[in-house]
């Protein structure tokens, strides 16, 4: 018996799919920004210097990186709910993104950041700069230009991982899927088309952050395609 493909079921739902796909950006959105805060400021308490801070950055990084994505939105979605805290799906998948990419931005992050040579530091602070403009002028901004490739990275898979979030409920392009693929029973036709869509997610990203690095490091120049 021959396979006989029907796609027209499924871009007949192409408007659902369209907003899937636009939670899907909305989650990766915040989850970035605030990740990358995060992942600021952990890198700095890993640096700090005071002991207790940098075991508590410690342990906040080898917690998330140690366990499944899918349990810690679980814990998140019934920890909030067993305090009596009801929110949304979306909220909840932010807030579970947001913690999970900020402790792998905050390694990148740490790594940046460790890269600038001492003796860097050392003339900024023979020029007379306090240690907060030392941190944003000599530490910060060099350190985040030298593993912008790998922040970019991390982020268009936090992206992709964001499908996890399907299984509270949360409208991104994952859960659309499922709610398609149970009506039309066209299951393969409807996972090739998402697939496809997260390949173009990926490159629109991916894109997006050539775009900004461009805008935020005009010194460096970059060859080669912007994907």
Same mark, same amino acid.
């Given at each position: 018996?021959?396979?006989?493909?029907?796609?027209?079921?499924?871009?007949?739902?192409?408007?659902?799919?369209?907003?899937? #796909?636009?939670?899907?950006?909305?989650?990766?959105?915040? #989850?970035?920004?605030?990740?990358?805060?995060?992942?600021?400021?952990?890198?700095?308490?890993?640096?700090?210097?005071?002991?207790?801070?940098?075991?508590?950055?410690?342990? &906040?990084?080898?917690?998330?990186?140690?366990?499944?994505?899918?349990?810690?939105?679980?814990?998140? &979605?019934?920890?909030? !709910?067993?305090?009596?805290?009801?929110? /949304?799906?979306?909220?909840?998948?932010?807030?579970?993104?947001?913690?999970?990419?900020?402790?792998?931005?905050?390694?990148?992050?740490?790594?940046?950041?460790? /890269?600038?040579?001492?003796?860097?530091?050392?003339? #900024?602070?023979?020029?007379?700069?306090?240690?907060?403009?030392?941190?944003?002028?000599?530490?910060?901004?060099?350190?985040?230009?030298?593993? &912008?490739?790998?922040?970019?990275?991390?982020?268009?898979?936090?992206?992709?991982?964001?499908?996890?979030? !399907?299984?509270?409920?949360?409208?991104?392009?994952?859960?659309?899927?499922?709610?398609?693929?149970?009506?039309?029973?066209?299951?393969?036709?409807? &996972?090739?088309?998402?697939?496809?869509?997260?390949? #173009?997610? !990926?490159?629109?990203?991916?894109?997006?952050?050539?775009?900004?690095?461009?805008?935020?490091?005009?010194?460096?120049?970059?060859?080669?395609?912007?994907?």
């Amino acid at each position: 018996m021959g396979l006989v493909l029907d796609f027209s079921v499924v871009f007949e739902r192409w408007r659902a799919l369209l907003d899937g #796909a636009t939670l899907t950006l909305q989650l990766a959105f915040i #989850a970035v920004l605030c990740g990358a805060a995060i992942g600021v400021f952990g890198a700095i308490g890993r640096r700090s210097g005071n002991a207790l801070v940098e075991r508590l950055c410690g342990a &906040y990084v080898e917690a998330i990186r140690n366990t499944p994505l899918l349990v810690q939105i679980f814990l998140v &979605y019934f920890g909030l !709910s067993s305090l009596g805290l009801k929110f /949304s799906a979306f909220t909840v998948a932010a807030v579970a993104l947001t913690i999970n990419v900020g402790a792998y931005t905050t390694e990148i992050m740490r790594a940046g950041f460790d /890269s600038i040579h001492k003796g860097q530091i050392e003339a #900024a602070e023979g020029l007379g700069l306090s240690k907060a403009q030392i941190y944003w002028h000599v530490i910060i901004w060099p350190g985040i230009e030298r593993v &912008y490739p790998a922040l970019t990275s991390q982020f268009v898979l936090l992206m992709l991982a964001s499908s996890v979030t !399907s299984q509270i409920s949360a409208e991104e392009l994952t859960a659309v899927a499922n709610y398609i693929q149970s009506e039309t029973y066209r299951s393969f036709e409807t &996972y090739i088309v998402v697939a496809l869509i997260y390949v #173009a997610l !990926s490159f629109i990203m991916r894109f997006g952050f050539w775009l900004l690095g461009l805008a935020l490091f005009p010194r460096r120049r970059r060859l080669g395609t912007p994907l």
